[in-house]
């Protein structure tokens, strides 16, 4: 069984490589577009997905920030819904999920 301090720093860790993934894609996203007409295209097509890869990455930063302030509130690992105990296994594959398995499910 992991620890609230061992998922902190787990949750920290993610959150400082999500950080420097959005600065990264900030920067390419700020780099001027070519003059071809063929090579805008193409980097028309790689800024749309770099643009969903950052939303994806604040979404995920929300996320391990909420978890971060269960973990200091001292709610950390019980279902914000229904109050049970969520499954370490779950906990493993998504150490910032608020909910049980159970209500992830009904919230769909």
């Known amino acids: ?7 902190k720093a787990q949750l920290v860790a993610r959150l ?3 950080k420097a993934r959005l600065d990264r894609i900030g920067k390419e996203l700020s780099e001027p577009q070519s003059k071809d007409w063929e090579d805008m295209a193409t980097e028309q097509e790689g800024e749309e997905v770099l643009i969903g890869m950052g939303e994806a990455g604040e ?4 996320q391990i920030e909420a978890a971060l302030g269960r973990i200091e509130a001292g709610e950390y690992g019980f279902c914000a819904r229904c109050g049970t105990a969520i499954a370490e296994a779950r906990l493993d594959l998504l150490p910032w999920t608020p909910l049980c398995r159970d209500c992830a499910a009904e919230a769909g």
């Open 1 to 7: 069984m992991i620890s609230a301090i061992e998922r």
């Open 16 to 18: 400082g490589d999500l």
């Open 59 to 62: 979404h995920e930063i929300r």
